[in-house]
């Protein structure tokens, strides 16, 4: 659905983002892009999905992208319903007004994320959560076969992060490639099969995501201690990272800081 071939790219022509890198995304597949801060994640997606154009290679798509960015704010009054009918721009001539078939596809994809009580609301008024959901519906109407999103649970909580991945889950379930950021390695080891790795401008690393996410890549990453393991939650094991920030913690949270032992299941 989104082919890479050979992409690079430098904002001055000096100093390269990342460079030579190829991955390609079939129906139904997740891929988390994880890395530090100013590592490229935002540059690395926003070309994969064709909002920007990388300085060489190519990137290919077979279905419609649709592109969610990292936050959206808005100084004019817009009502949920208008902000998703945004989506359907690629479907309205110049000068033209949305058709009923336009509001009917709106309407669908605000239903489709479970917000359809919120359609008549002021998206100024909303939660971030809520707001959340309106980006991921306005992407929706454009119809889309794949969707790439920035930091989607970024400053969320845990209600409206489990919310978004959710809904990220099911609409790959439904056959959706999707791409996303995220500083949440827990989030990419829920929701994504595949892990995209910034390291550095030539060592992007692509791979099965609970391949690629072990101690010694993570510690070194984001240089410090990160242990991973497993715990039981509702009866499942779930795989999950714990860093070390270096401060001793309260309670028994001293003992909690020690490596995570490799399966430790209730
Ligand atoms: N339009 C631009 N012009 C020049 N430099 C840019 C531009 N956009 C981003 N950069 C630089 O490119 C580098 C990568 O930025 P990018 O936003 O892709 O990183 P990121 O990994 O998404 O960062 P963060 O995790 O902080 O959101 C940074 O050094 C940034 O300052």
Known sequence: MIKADQISHSYDG??????????????????????PNARGKTTMIKCLAGVQQASSGSVAHSVHVGYVPQ????????????MVLM???RFIRAYGTPQAADRAAAM???????IGHLAHRDFRGLSGGERQMVL?????????GAMVLDEPASALDLKNQARVLQVLHRLADEGMAIIMTTHHLDHA??????????VDSD?????PTTELLTS???SALYGLPIATGYVSVRDTDQHITVPDFGVPGTGCARQCLLPVPQKAVA
Do not use: K, N, Q, Y
Request: net charge negative; aromatic share 4%.
């Open 189 to 198: 080891l829920r929701i994504a099969d595949t892990t995209m790795l910034i």
């Open 216 to 218: 010694d890549t993570l």
């Open 71 to 82: 936050s959206h704010s808005t100084a004019t009054s817009f009502a949920v319903i208008e």
């Open 87 to 89: 989506g359907r721009a």
């Open 108 to 114: 669908a994809a605000i239903e489709r994320v479970g």
């Open 136 to 144: 991921i519906a306005r992407a929706l109407a454009t119809e889309c």
């Open 14 to 35: 000096d100093r390269w983002i990342f460079r030579d890198v190829s991955v390609e995304l079939a129906p139904g597949h997740v891929m988390a892009v994880l890395g």
């Open 203 to 207: 060592d992007i690393r692509v791979g």
